[in-house]
DNA sequence: AATGAATGAGTATTCATTCAT
DNA sequence: TATGAATGAATACTCATTCAT
């Protein structure tokens, strides 16, 4: 409901009634809506964590057939789990969270960014390249923007199409192309 | 106001007073809120669409330098308007806009896209690479992601990372590797 | 708790928890908080009863000293249950009591009065005085208003202040004064 | 109604609907609940404080003639207030108020009782009395206690009644006789 | 045309009371 | 018998909208 509406366009009672409960119990389990909406955050980061790194592991070796197999298993993990989890995906992209995340919440955010951001560090950055905090961000933008406009209608993903779009994404972040330069 | 705390986290009244208008006026110059934030939206968003397409025109031939000078117009004019109007991007990005947004807004979004479907089908797709509304959709959203960590303070841009950013974001739209093909 | 916050301000479950048991429980032994007040205010009331009259009996004579001493106990009396119980003391002496008394809890409030209605009688009531039933609510609201004023602070009672506002308000209701009568 | 239920027992659309105002309307003049209690608060203690004090003075000489006379003109005004005002009178005199008056209020409490103080002052304490705080809160005990006693059916006073309950409380201040001391 | 006071439906939150365990 | 989780009616307070001036 969050996903849908809103911090503010979701009201309390709707989602006592959502969940089957009285407007009270919701208020034993959580201090008040902030709480709430928090707990939902950190329930469906955690969740994300877990598709994106549990068992990943760092990529195998410097080489680019190495890392972008890497690559390739986290694109569709993050593919795995929109799917599987559209609504906490397209929560935990709405932008005015930072207005109600409380410390703990904030904290959870750069334990998914971080193992990225070392994983990614560990691939040679390519000498006219972008710096790799620039490259996540561009990445998971990428990400973010085919969902988006797949559940917006302006495009449908499958299997395949995802696929594609791993591939067009692995060329922004790829190292300068082995094959040709090795020549 | 909108941007920073979503259509149900703004009242009325505080747009007027930000406005330095009484309530009431508003309400001379718009029929109800939705109606206001619609006004906003298309605002915003024919300011961006003259930003990116006025006098833009479509690439002027398929080889591939033409093809990514267009691009990094393209991608310069992206860069200047989230840097001029941070506050309409921010924006014209959020997610719940769908709940209040009518059917002339929608339209809207149509004509910003549709150029650049079209002017994005001149250039040649390439044989293994992912269709044309997916490569939007990535780059776009590359883009947004860009913008956003940048909002959040994950990293910093100035115009040398925008440029490297567009590299990177050339490259997974870009026609087949001219390298390559030069063999 | 019902004397600092009143009985729309105190909570049942705050009261269940000061008593160390389940909010349940509470319910076992009190229909409703109504009930649960009216027996707070009869214990109370029935404790203060004690205090002022268990073993006092009436005025030995008429003659005023023996008047005056009989008076004397009375006010001893009423400190005495007044330090020892400032809360109970505090508690019945609320206003808001009216809305929510039951009949049983009104009619305990005679038996307290009743006596001190009987005793006084038996003492001459002076020519120009006042009719019994003023002078005991004027010396009781007295020491209500000695107390209340210590409550907050406005004075501080000792042993010797509170023997000195006894003989003040023996005065007010003292017999024709001896000296004069002397004459 | 503050009087009649206390604060908490008071709902605000009570109020609201009993001043035949919105809900809303009552929130456009007071911040909340306690800025209303306060402001009734405040009311009251002034028109109780111009009742006792406008035009008072302090008494014109020490002899006990004179301060008897401005002590009478004191319980008059102060008998006209209870009459004419019963409710703010008995809301003045709530005990649970201490919760929720604020600084401005506390203080106006003071610009009462403060005058009397002064002007008790300058009336010779008499030797075996009591000081004149407890003298002050005595009488106004007093006074208090017999319209609660009125109020809640125990007695009923008319003009006579009172003046001879002025004459008991007269006797617990008044300075030592002094036509039996000339004698 | 501009205003802002008035409004009542709506929101978050509390609390007396019930009842299954 | 004791409990405390569950509940929904009630409460303080907000806000989109109206309308008299």
Redesign the interface.
């Known amino acids: 409901m969050f996903?849908?509406?809103?911090?503010?366009?979701t009201s309390v009672p709707e989602v006592a009634e959502a969940a089957k409960v009285g407007t009270g119990t919701l208020y034993r389990y959580f201090a008040h809506k902030e709480a709430l909406v928090n707990e939902v955050y950190r329930d469906a980061k955690l969740r994300l964590r877990s598709a994106l790194l549990d068992g990943l592991g760092a990529p195998t070796s410097y080489r680019a057939d190495d890392a972008e197999r890497w690559f390739r298993e986290l694109w569709r993990r993050l593919g795995g789990f929109a799917n599987r989890e559209p609504d906490a995906f397209?929560f935990l992209?709405?932008?005015?969270h930072?207005?109600y995340l409380d410390a703990e919440s904030r904290q959870l955010e750069l334990s998914v960014?971080g193992p990225l951001f070392l994983a990614g560090k560990l691939l040679r950055e390519r000498a006219?390249?972008?710096?790799i905090?620039?490259?996540?961000?561009?990445?998971?933008?990428?990400?973010?923007?085919?969902i988006?406009?797949?559940r917006?209608g302006?495009?449908a993903?499958d299997e395949a199409?995802l696929e594609?779009?791993g591939?067009?994404?692995w060329?922004?972040?790829?190292p300068e192309?082995p094959r040709?330069r090795a020549r």
Do not use: N
Request: with cysteine; net charge positive.
């Open positions: 996903a849908d509406r809103g911090f503010h366009g397209r992209e709405m932008q005015d930072v207005a960014i006219a390249g972008a710096p905090d620039v490259l996540i961000a561009l990445v998971w933008g990428a990400f973010v923007g085919l988006k406009a797949s917006l302006y495009l993903i199409r594609q779009a591939t067009a994404c060329r922004m972040i790829a192309h040709t």
